[in-house]
């Protein structure tokens, strides 16, 4: 940093020679002082404003040197991810620090956008949060990335319809349609509008993660366990996209959630329109909002069910901290970094977002546990969710996920298997492409 600032002084003094220096003018800031930066963070518009507004506020107060430009992207993963790209494709040095979804961290550190963050995320410091948050953020031998928060699915339920009925959470897929068919039927008169699923299934990433659930729940898979081919055409994985197709599309939920993703989803949950909803764990504090939600204490939630007893799967998500290897403010980046996944902060977004931490001691935590009790249950789902398929192509294989299971779901009369076998090639094609790398 000194020899930087030095540098600069030296083109300063070269560019200005024979002008009069504002710097020696009575009570402005000497030459030695550090310079104010400015950071611009791309994020996405966040479903709790007045928390993040909080954060970045107490921030500037800890560190007034820097401020923090925020550049809001859409709230689609897709696309945030198309936009942010496209920024780093063209080197752009305006953006310092972002969100990386953990499917992009291989895309990212292999195409040189993200800088590697080994030097100040060391050890000692990585050990205090959960060994799956840091996992995604790591690509070959290096770190890329600083967990925020850490998702898995999660299903939420009518807590106080089902026990009208004398159920408990389902624990597999079939056993939740059955209850759902006993509840609407019982429900019928009282509220015509009541729906048996809630869930993402539009063409984007969200229909992928939805869609491994039932797969892996299914004891299928989206890949090879060595990740070297496609696996849709395995009768577990046909099995498990035939169910949804037949039992769940335009049975348990209309048509239109074809065209859901996070938001619309949660909307028709809250409204009181759905037994059960698929999720992630920051719709717990939304779920029980009195001022934005109409089942607000009537809301339980649980893991999502299986095919058989004991057998369970949740995709694994999150956000994590990146900085753009074009940045020229890495150092005050890392701050703002470091700042924003501090304990405090976690314990701030968790109490108050209902957003699920990443740092392991938050789980036990009394003060967050009071207000989010749910998290006692949630952080062995979060330890043995399932992540997609890491590789530099994730976005590439995506799209052909997407493009299969939206046309799976929404084409009747569609030939499945024809369908995965021709996915399963095109994957197939795209994974060769990287055989051999990290």
């Given at each position: 940093m000194r020899r930087w600032i030095s540098l600069l002084v030296l083109?300063?003094?070269?560019?200005?020679?024979?002008?009069?220096?504002?710097?020696?003018?009575?009570?402005?800031?000497s030459t030695t002082s550090k310079p104010r930066?400015?950071?611009?963070?791309?994020?996405?518009?966040?479903?709790?404003?007045r928390v993040w507004d909080e954060v970045f506020a107490d921030f500037t107060r800890a560190h007034p040197r820097i401020s923090v430009a925020r550049e809001l992207a859409p709230h689609s993963s897709t696309a945030y991810h198309d936009l942010l790209t496209q920024k780093l494709k063209n080197r752009d040095a305006t953006v310092d620090?972002?969100?990386?979804?953990?499917?992009?961290?291989?895309?990212?550190?292999?195409?040189?956008?993200?800088?590697?963050?080994?030097?100040?995320?060391s050890t000692s410091i990585r050990q205090d949060f959960l060994p799956a948050a840091i996992e995604v953020g790591r690509y070959d031998t290096h770190y890329y990335g600083v967990p925020s928060r850490i998702d898995a699915g999660l299903l939420y339920y009518r807590q106080d319809l089902l026990a009208k009925y004398g159920f408990a959470a389902p624990t597999t897929w079939p056993e939740l349609i059955r209850q759902a068919e006993t509840i609407l039927a019982g429900e019928q008169q009282t509220n015509p509008m009541l729906q048996g699923y809630s869930a993402q299934f539009k063409q984007y990433e969200g229909l992928v993660c939805n869609m491994l659930e039932f797969v892996e729940g299914h004891g299928g898979s989206l890949l090879r366990p060595d990740g070297a081919g496609s696996t849709l055409s395995s009768p577990d994985?046909?099995?498990?996209?035939?169910?949804?197709?037949?039992?769940?599309?335009?049975?348990?939920?209309?048509?239109?959630a074809l065209t859901y993703q996070e938001p619309e989803a949660l909307s028709l949950f809250l409204q009181g329109h759905a037994i059960f909803h698929r999720n992630w764990p920051y719709a717990w504090e939304l779920a029980n909002n009195q001022t934005r939600s109409m089942i607000a204490g009537?809301?339980?939630v649980a893991p999502l069910p299986g095919f058989s007893p004991g057998r369970t799967a949740a995709a694994l998500g999150g956000w994590l901290y990146g900085i753009s290897a074009y940045s020229q403010h890495a150092d005050e980046a890392w701050t703002l970094?470091?700042?924003?996944?501090?304990?405090?902060?976690?314990k701030k977004f968790s109490r108050e977002a209902g957003i699920a931490p990443s740092r392991e001691a938050l789980f036990s935590d009394p003060e967050v546990l009071a207000r989010s009790p749910q998290l006692r249950n949630q952080r062995a789902v979060l330890h043995a969710a399932t992540p997609r398929p890491r590789s530099p192509v994730y976005p590439a294989i995506s799209h052909l996920l997407q493009r299969y299971f939206s046309r799976a779901l929404a084409v009747e009369g569609l030939n499945l298997a024809q369908e995965?076998?021709?996915?399963?090639a095109h994957i197939d094609r795209l994974l060769a492409l990287t055989k051999g790398a990290p």
């Open positions: 083109t300063l003094l070269i560019g200005s020679a024979g002008i009069v220096c504002a710097e020696s003018s009575p009570g402005t800031a930066v400015t950071l611009r963070f791309v994020s996405w518009k966040p479903d709790h404003a620090v972002f969100f990386i979804d953990v499917i992009w961290v291989p895309e990212f550190a292999a195409a040189g956008w993200a800088r590697p963050l080994d030097d100040k995320f994985a046909l099995a498990a996209v035939q169910f949804v197709r037949d039992r769940v599309i335009g049975r348990l939920t209309s048509r239109a009537q809301v339980g970094i470091e700042f924003l996944s501090s304990q405090a902060v976690q995965a076998a021709i996915t399963d």
